[in-house]
C-alpha cells in the first residue's frame, strides 16, 4: 500500500450529479453543516436534513448554508445513521422528507427493475433501464444485454468482498443461505451509501453514473476510479454493521471505510480529493475527534498505523470494537497501539510528522527542493526567519501546532527554549530537513521535555547542512482540554553545554534511516564522539554487502548524513526488500534495519 502526497494537497474536480446540483471543486458541505452546528447556527436535527436535501435537492438546502463551491458528499451512511438516532425528536414533515428520499433508488424485488448477479455470485444488482436513477446503459464491452456500467461495478464489488472477507479477515454481511448481497443505484450527489437492516444486514446504494465527480489517479479514469472506491468503501459499512452494530463506533466508520478504499483499491486516491476539510495534513491543529469523531479526511490516521504496525491494525481495531463496543473508539486505538508495544502519544506524535513531511515536498532544485509556494491553509504553519523568535500558544488534543525555520545559513545550530503544561502529554519534535547535496530528507530528532514539560535543547546538526527545521509542538492526550505553551528559538552553539539536555560531546550513534520505509532514496545520519574512520555499508537480507557508502573514510567529531539512492556500487537498482546498514568506527559496530518499498 501506497501513500505518497506531495507539496500541497490537490484537490480538484467538478461535480454534476444530482438533479439541479451543480459545482465546482470546492468546500465539503459535511463540513460546512459540522461548523453551523457548533455554532449554534444549526441544531443536529436540522443539520441531518439539509446533508439529505445538499444529496437530493440542493436547490431547497438553506441559502446561508450553500456553498459557492462544493465537493460531492463521500458517503452518505452517517447521516442516515443520524437520521436513525435522531428521527423521533425531528418534525414528522422532516423525517418524511427524508424517507422520500431514501426510498428514491430501485428496491429490491421493484417491479420494474432488472437484476444481475456479480460474476463472483455474491451480489445481486438491482438497476432500472430507463428514468433519473438508471445507470448509463452502453452495452459495448462485451455486448451482453447488460449494461457495461452495471458490470463494472460488480466486479468491483466481488474484488472488495475478496479483498476485504476472504484476503483481511473481516466479517462478511449477515445473509440467508443461497442469498446474495443487495447492490442499486440511484442518482445522487453523494458516492453511495449503505442502510442498516438489523442484526448484521444491510443494502448498498451506489451513485448511478458518478458523471462530473472529482478527478481521481485511477489509471481506468475517474468514473472508474470513483464506482470502484465507492465498492470498497461501503461495503466496508456492511462489515462494520454485522461486526460493531450501526453505532458502535459513530463518526469513526468513515475513516475506517474510507482508509479500506486505498487497500482494496490502492492506484485510485479518490480520498485526496477530501484531506482538505480538516485532516492533520491540511489543519494539524484541529483536534483528529473535531466534531465529535474522525471522518473520511481523517483515514491517515489509519494509513499511519497500518503502515508502521501491518495491515492487521484495521483488522485488530474491529475486533477490539466487537469485544469492547461501550469503550470510546480513540480508547480502542490506544489498546491495539499498546499492543504493538508502543502507546498513543508517541504514536500520535510519529503521525504529526509523517503529515508535516507529506505537506511541504516540492519540485526539485539545483539545491536538491524548491519551497513550497504556499501551505494547504493558510495560516497554519508559522514560519520564522529571525532569530530570537518567541511565540505563544495552545495545542488541542490529538492535534500538532507547526513551525517552520529557515534562514538556516544565519546560525551556528538552531536552540529551542520550550515551556508547556505539566501534567499533560505534550511532545516537541525537531525535523531537519538537509540540503539537497545530503539528499534532501529530513532527520527526526525528539527534544526531551523535563518532569514539567520544560525543555532547553540544541539540534544536532550545524545550519549550514540544512534547508529548515521543522517544530512540531504535539498534544498526544486522547481526552482533556488544549495544552498552553511558550516557544523561543536562537542561535545556538553545540559546543555550550545546556543543563540536562544537550552533552558537550556527540555519542556514537547510527539512526533511523529517513524515510522509511523508502523509494527511491533514503538518508542516514549517524555521530561520531570523536575523529575517525567510519565505514558504512549496505547488506542485503543474505548478508552480502551490495554497497559501501564510506569505505574508512576520515570522519570529524558530530553528526554526519549519507545518502543512499537504492543501487548497488554497479550502480543497478535493488529489489525491494529489508536491508541492513551497519556503522564501524572507533573499533564499535552498529547495525539498523530498512526497508525499500518500489
Known sequence: MRFI?????????????????????????????????????????????????FAFSPENVRADLHPERAKPLKCLTPAILEFDRLRQAMSPAAAEEIDRYLSGSPLIGKTTAVTYDSPAGLFRLTYETSGQHAPPQTDVDPANGVPDYVEWVATYCDSSWHREIDGLGFNPPALSSGELYPISFQNMGAYGYTMDLGHGRSRIVIENDFYGFPGNQDPEGTQKGAAKVTC???????????????????????????????????????????????SGISHPDQSLDYGGSGSYEDCIWQHHLCETWGLGMGLALMQRRQAYPSETTTASYAAIIA?????????????????????????????????????????ILKVVEAYPNSHTGSVARMAANFFQCKGMATIDHLRIRFEGTPDTRQRVVALLRLKGTLG????????????????????????????????????????????????????????????G?????????????????FNPQTTIVFS?????RASLLVYNSAGRV??????????????????????????????SGVYLYRLAAENRTETRKMLLVR
Not at 547510527?510 to 524515510?515: I, K, Q
Not at 557508502?549 to 554526519?560: F, N, S, T, W, Y
Open 5 to 53: 502526497l506531495v507539496s500541497t494537497v490537490c484537490l480538484f474536480g467538478v461535480l454534476q450529479a444530482a438533479p439541479g446540483f451543480t459545482a465546482a471543486p470546492g468546500e465539503d458541505f459535511s463540513a460546512v453543516v459540522r461548523e453551523a452546528v457548533q455554532e449554534g447556527r444549526l441544531t443536529e436535527e436540522e443539520a441531518v436534513l439539509q446533508i439529505f436535501r
Open 232 to 278: 470498497a468503501h461501503e461495503f466496508k459499512h456492511a462489515s462494520q454493521m454485522n461486526t460493531t452494530g450501526a453505532m458502535a463506533m459513530g463518526g469513526w466508520v468513515e475513516l475506517d471505510a474510507t482508509w479500506m478504499e486505498d487497500v482494496v483499491y490502492d492506484e485510485t486516491n479518490d480520498y485526496y480529493n477530501y484531506l482538505g476539510s480538516g
Open 339 to 379: 499492543d504493538q508495544g508502543s502507546d498513543f502519544a508517541s504514536a500520535f506524535t510519529t503521525y504529526a510528522t509523517w503529515n508535516y513531511k507529506s505537506s511541504i515536498y516540492a519540485d526539485s532544485t539545483s539545491d536538491g527542493y524548491e519551497e513550497a509556494a504556499s501551505y494547504p491553509i493558510p495560516g
Open 440 to 499: 534532501g530528507g529530513f532527520i527526526r530528532e525528539d527534544v526531551p521535555l523535563d518532569s514539567l514539560n520544560r525543555a532547553d535543547y540544541i539540534v544536532s546538526m550545524p545550519g549550514a547542512d540544512l534547508k529548515q527545521i521543522a517544530v512540531i509542538v504535539v498534544n498526544g492526550a486522547r481526552t482533556g482540554s488544549a495544552a498552553a505553551y511558550s516557544i523561543t528559538f536562537e542561535n545556538g552553539n553545540i559546543q555550550t553545554s545546556v543543563a
Open 501 to 517: 539536555t544537550v552533552p558537550t560531546a556527540f555519542p556514537f550513534d547510527l539512526r533511523p534511516n529517513e524515510p522509511n520505509p
Open 528 to 532: 561520531l564522539p570523536s575523529a575517525a
Open 546 to 575: 551490495i554497497r559501501t557508502l564510506l569505505d574508512g573514510e576520515e570522519k570529524a567529531p558530530g553528526a554526519h548524513a549519507v545518502l543512499w539512492d537504492g543501487r548497488d556500487d554497479r550502480g543497478r537498482e535493488v529489489a
